[in-house]
Nanobody, 125 residues
Framework: QVQLVESGGGLVQAGGSLRLSCAAS????????MAWFRQDPGKERDFVAA????????NYVDFVKGRFTISRDNAKNTIYLQMNNLKPEDSAVYYC??????????????????WGQGTQVTVSS
């Protein structure tokens, strides 16, 4: 029903910035709550940020508050993650995800119905 494609990852020095994008296909995108997760090899997928279907509500994990900003443009079927003041520990594969508004910007990967393939972010020290 919904396909998600991330872009914008890459290599950046510590203190730098990147903006990730997640483009969605499908008519239901504007009705989905959306989120970003990240995952290191061999580790669990961790919640980063979420945004409500309307864009009015957001939720961030503590370690990105003040550095990352999630946003969406429903007219373009796209969500974004602006990442500033990046740190080496932010290096991971970043995934966007969508869910049908059942869990109120939940932080568990199990809450999400649709996933992208991920984009690699590498922050050098």
């Amino acid at each position: 029903q919904v396909q998600l494609v991330e872009s914008g990852g890459g290599l950046v020095q510590a203190g730098g910035s990147l903006r990730l994008s997640c483009a969605a296909s499908g008519r239901i995108f504007s009705s989905l709550d959306m989120a970003w997760f990240r995952q290191d090899p061999g580790k669990e997928r961790d919640f980063v940020a979420a945004i409500s279907w309307s864009g009015t509500d957001t939720n961030y994990v503590d370690f990105v508050k003040g550095r990352f900003t999630i946003s969406r443009d429903n007219a373009k079927n796209t969500i974004y993650l602006q990442m500033n003041n990046l740190k080496p520990e932010d290096s991971a594969v970043y995934y966007c995800a969508g869910e049908r508004r059942r869990y109120g910007l939940g932080e568990s990967p199990d809450a999400y119905d649709f996933w992208g393939q991920g984009t690699q972010v590498t922050v050098s020290s």
